[in-house]
């Protein structure tokens, strides 16, 4: 197909007053008109002065990613972000348009996403100023916490008190209400005990008694949210994570996830940012299985005169466990069934690839594609490589793993037989597999250093996720990429150099074109493009410990000249295996 770069289209008014007149219609029905009002005056006091692009490219194979805390890196008494920033200016100056900054702002549990102030930096990073400023380093992309929020806010002691606008923030629920039917994340009790001045009573909480979710059904919560929003794209942010989403909306007697409403609500939040902040990019995050991660972009509404109206990015949640599922077994089959279903997506619309983060690996996008015997294999060969399974609840009762808690460095420590000395040649083969795929990638900055499995945070935490949020001193950070005979020095060198090169090969634009080759199960091949002038790049990677043949791939590879775009050398046709955890980018220009 002809490759046709998305555009930066803003939404002129008359198309925003429709469009978010419909939406609030169905979330609040006779009271639409009047929260139609307030949005207004809404967006009249607090949208961002910013310069409207129009027909400028959205996205390119330039944009790539670093996930990071605020307080990733340590040096003394100085203010993390500030340090990040440097580390960012001197070793990374050209390898990420941008920075996913996890939440920095006050908060009392889960390492940020328990919010006390959205509107405030946690002190003990930084300030506003120096958030501004990793927005210069490149695109900002900022969570909106908005399910739930923590039990310190100033939101839940208005309900304790009874007092506005707090009182009515939060679902108020009978203890004997029937919720079997909802689906949870976790293991912990749904509905939390309150001390109040009317006596106790029992707020929903998907997540944990320090989250305490957050009642869209009063779309006063709505608008509050609309100008955090704003508020942070007068920062500098360009990216918008919208965490959780997926459970934002209750209705007693459904599941509680992907409700209309909550897809009503990010068309909403689209409509805004498309209107006021035109290149805004809207990113959820749904940790869920795939069809039902991909129902983010609204696909089933789009046509041929109705553009993509919900999300411009969605998460590739598949593919980490699929990933590690291919490189622990030496089987590739699934993950490329898995590619091959990927749906054509329409201009504006892209997926955030990714094989770590600061949560774990989830185990749910497997439903469907890996057998339970192959999911147990998985997670068992995950503590045996010093990792944890966090589990979520069954409306039975019965638990069943959720996520597997484990840094990416360590789950490749081996294979099903154990571990080996393949670990990095493994994890990089993950990586630069990973970065050539359709969409943007982002990389966590554990996965960057090559960061070991830290235990002792686990125990000092008492969260199996902290086993993957290590706190790097910043001096000892310097001495190991300075010395040549440590793996981090290896690794992130070795992903230095992946990066530039991705960064300025037009192959990896996230709209290129992606079709996957059929290969033996210990291969992976796909093409990237063509490019209207016929560039095409096939990537080959070798998923097993042992040398592949590339028998499969030889009338594709002796069809024409291909060059090798890291070593920049032709490719020598008379290779004919690909080495242990071997990768190939190979570009070839038009016919």
């Not at 957050?214 to 360009?238: C, K």
Request: proline share 7%.
């Amino acid at each position: 197909m002809p490759f046709h770069p998305s555009r930066i289209t803003p939404l002129d008014a008359a198309t925003f007053d429709r469009r978010a007149g419909t939406h609030l219609k169905a979330l609040y029905g006779p009271r639409a008109e009047e929260v139609l009002r307030r949005l207004y005056t809404l967006l009249e006091h607090q949208s961002p002065r910013l310069p409207v692009e129009t027909d400028a490219p959205l996205w390119s194979e330039k944009d790539q990613w670093l996930i990071c805390y605020g307080s990733s890196l340590q040096d003394a008494d100085a203010p993390p972000l500030a340090v990040l920033k440097t580390f960012l200016d001197q070793h990374l100056a050209e390898s990420f348009s941008g920075v996913h900054l996890l939440p920095f702002f006050p908060w009392s549990s889960d390492d940020g996403f328990s919010v006390i102030h959205y509107r405030e930096v946690d002190p003990a990073l930084g300030d506003w100023p120096q958030v501004r400023e990793l927005a210069e380093y490149g695109d900002l992309a900022v969570d909106l916490v908005l399910n739930h929020v923590s039990r310190e806010s100033l939101w839940f002691v208005d309900y304790l008190t009874g007092s506005q606008p707090g009182r009515d923030y939060f679902h108020e629920m009978d203890p004997q209400t029937d919720l079997s039917a909802v689906v949870r994340p976790r293991s912990s009790p749904l509905l939390v005990p309150i001390a109040t001045r009317r006596g106790t009573r029992y707020l929903w909480a998907t997540f944990s008694d320090d989250q305490i979710d957050l009642n869209f059904a009063n779309p006063d919560v709505l608008l509050e949210f609309i100008g955090i929003l704003l508020f942070y794209l007068q920062q500098g942010a360009r990216i918008i994570r919208l965490d959780a989403i997926a459970y934002l909306w209750k209705k007693v007697g459904t599941d509680c996830i992907h409700l209309p409403e909550t897809h009503e609500v990010v068309r909403l939040l689209r409509a805004v940012v498309d209107h006021v902040a035109p290149g805004t990019l809207l990113l959820t995050e749904t940790n869920v299985p795939h069809t039902e991660n991909i129902s983010y972009f609204g696909l089933d509404r789009v046509t041929a005169d109705t553009p993509a109206d919900e999300a411009h990015l969605v998460y590739q949640f598949p593919l980490p466990p699929l990933l590690l599922h291919s490189l622990t077994s030496g089987e590739a089959g699934t993950l490329a069934s898995w590619l091959k279903s990927l749906p054509e997506l329409p201009p504006g619309c892209s997926f955030l690839n990714f094989t770590a983060s600061h949560d774990g690996i989830g185990v749910r996008p497997l439903e469907g594609w890996l057998a339970p015997h192959e999911v147990e294999a998985l997670t068992e060969l995950m503590h045996r490589f010093g990792g944890f399974v966090s589990m979520r609840r069954h409306p039975d009762g019965s638990d069943s793993p959720y996520e597997i808690n484990i840094t990416w460095f360590d789950a490749m420590k081996g294979t099903r037989r154990g571990p080996d000395h393949w670990q990095v040649p493994r994890f990089l083969c993950g990586q630069q597999l990973m970065l050539g795929l359709q969409g943007i990638p982002a990389m966590y900055i554990h996965t960057l250093t090559g960061t070991l499995n830290d235990l002792e945070g686990v125990e000092r935490s008492g969260r199996l996720r902290s086993i993957n949020r290590r706190r790097w001193q910043r001096d000892e950070l310097e001495r190991l990429l300075s010395t040549t005979s440590t793996t981090t020095h290896d690794t992130f060198a070795a992903l230095k150099q992946l990066l530039a090169v991705r960064r300025n090969e037009p192959c990896f634009h996230p709209d290129a074109g992606q079709q996957v080759l059929e290969t033996p199960a210990s291969l992976l091949a796909f093409e990237r493009g063509p490019l209207n002038n016929g560039r095409r790049l096939l990537a080959i990677h070798n998923v097993t410990d042992l040398p592949q043949p590339l028998d499969a791939l030889a009338l594709t590879l002796a069809d024409r000249y291909w060059q090798d775009i890291v070593s920049k050398e032709a490719w020598p046709t008379t290779q004919t295996t690909l080495a242990p955890y071997g990768v190939l980018w190979l570009m070839t220009e038009g016919e």
